[in-house]
């Protein structure tokens, strides 16, 4: 090359063309990073107001199906639900007003949605006061008359309106984003193609120059790739950040331990999507995790069911990670023996309050990074919480309502409402009768088919008396084979013509067990009535008790009314008819 090359007095301008190129287009790379800041922020606003769409109508919908529990069954429990659930619901309507003013029509949504959120607690409101006023009748009737089922449709309908407006904006900023992308690509590929091309016709009059352009160049390049991983990793961690806020929404809504788990899946297969795993809940009775949901693809095979012992995770409350240099104490339920030479595994915990609830484990073979890890914490700690909530509201409901083999009311339910219900027919002039079931010979049923059979009978018995009576009307498990139907408003003539429709229907009740049929068997029944028998829960029930051993002594599968002079008394007789 000569000394003195024809393009020497370009050499400057084309430089600094160059450099003006690179600078733009790392200010443009800068610039852009902002506008997306922005519009994540604008897309977190969006899933903010959606999210709060949701709790609104959510927290509603509580504290009406709360207070018609208060109402179906006037227990103190569910009127405190529904009491926390209003403040809720206002306060969901007022933030959605707040959140929507940057929105004309949007803010005039919310305020029309909060009108008619206020609206509808306020006949919520009504007909719990005119119930502890005038009692559940009184209630009942002016629910048919109400207007709450529109005021829920309407509510309803607004706030699918707001979604779909919310949906439009966020298909529109979506777009935008995906637009100043492409914009912003081409830009960065016009700004370093066009300063290689310039450097490299500078290069062939630069012989002396050479290894200082290429070092300029090294530089630019490192500078660009810094660039662009810091926007990725500013883009997944937003990314991760909304999905966590959504995925602790969805949580709070979830009303089972299984959905909970499919809920989590999901989200770790977004948050994660080359990583696999399983999460595992803790069955206390058997001391044995069980998979509750899978995600993703397993790099390592991991135990459908395991033991604690099984994991060091679970032994020893804490985090444990195997593989790619993070140890080599590897879980008993793990098989790392046909694992990528990469794979990794990871084992958390799942616990609240000093108990194990069950486990979260995730595996892959790509690597796994901090911000990772931390995110998947996060995930295992709100799905802790999740599921400590959600086992104590199934045991408190469980507990405080049902026998978990019949379905039917248990004993404790019924003697707290039985009182409420002598009250009530009391104050309005009205009959109560109460019916004592007792299934004959079940000691001998239990002999002959095994106490499997008996349970599976009784779980039958008790759907027929189910189907057999009102709604009003309440069907408790008593105790073993016994059974109790309070019937509200029936006098004795009546009572006694339903007890003989509820024996033929469980003389024809069968179950099925270990592949046959089991039963049918009979029933004998004693029936006591107010007033005309007793006025008091308890000899009520005692009564009705003494009619039903008059039943059982008299030859069984027949019905009894209480006798005036009634009283039970122990005799060797009833450790016979204790036998049944």
Known sequence: MPPFSRLRP??????????????????????????FSRGTEWLEHTYQVIARIEATESAVRTAESTARAYRLTDNPQQQAE?????????????????????????????????????ARLGE????????NRQGAEQARVATLTSS??????????????????????????????AGRASLLTGFIVLGIVLPMVLLGLLLRGLARENLRSRELEREARNAMQALENAAVVSGRLSEQRRALGIYAGLLQSCESLPEAMQVTAQVIGQLLPNAGGRCYAMRASENIAETAARFGWESVASAGRLEPSDCWALRRGQPHRVGAGHG???????????????????????????TALGLLHLNGA???????????????????????????????RVQSLRDPLTGLFNRRFLEENLQRELLRCERRGLPLSVLMIDVDHFKRFNDEYGHAAGDALLAAIGAT??????????ACRYGGEEFTVVLPEIGREAALQRGEEIRLAIAATTAAHMGRTVGPTTASLGIASFPADAAAPDTLLDRADTALYRAKANGRD????????????ASPADAVLQSR
């Open 148 to 177: 709450g089922i529109g005021l829920m449709q309407g509510i309803t309908v607004l706030a699918g309106e707001m979604r779909h407006v919310e949906q439009q904006l966020l298909a529109q900023r979506r777009v935008a984003i």
């Open 82 to 118: 529904y009491l926390a659930a209003v403040p809720v619901a206002l306060q969901h309507a007022a933030d959605l007003v707040a959140l929507t003013v940057d929105n004309r029509g949007q803010h005039q949504r919310a305020r029309q949605l909060q009108q008619r959120v206020q």
């Open 366 to 396: 790509q690597p796994l990074g901090t911000e990772d890890v931390g995110v998947i914490e996060a995930v295992a700690e709100q799905l802790s919480l999740a599921m400590a909530n959600l086992q104590l509201r199934e045991t408190l």
């Open 558 to 569: 027949r019905i009894e009314l209480a006798r005036a002079g009634d009283a039970r008394s």
């Open 10 to 35: 370009y050499r400057s301008p084309a430089l600094a063309l160059a450099i003006v190129l690179l600078i733009g287009v790392g200010v443009a790379t800068i610039w852009s990073i902002r506008g």
């Open 124 to 131: 919520i409101a009504r007909l719990v006061e005119l119930q």
């Open 328 to 354: 080599h104490v590897v879980c008993a339920h793990l098989q790392f023996a046909d694992a990528p030479p990469d794979a990794w595994a990871l084992c958390l915990p799942l616990a609240a309050q000093g």
């Open 465 to 474: 008396l189910r189907a057999s009576t009102r709604g009003e009307d309440l």
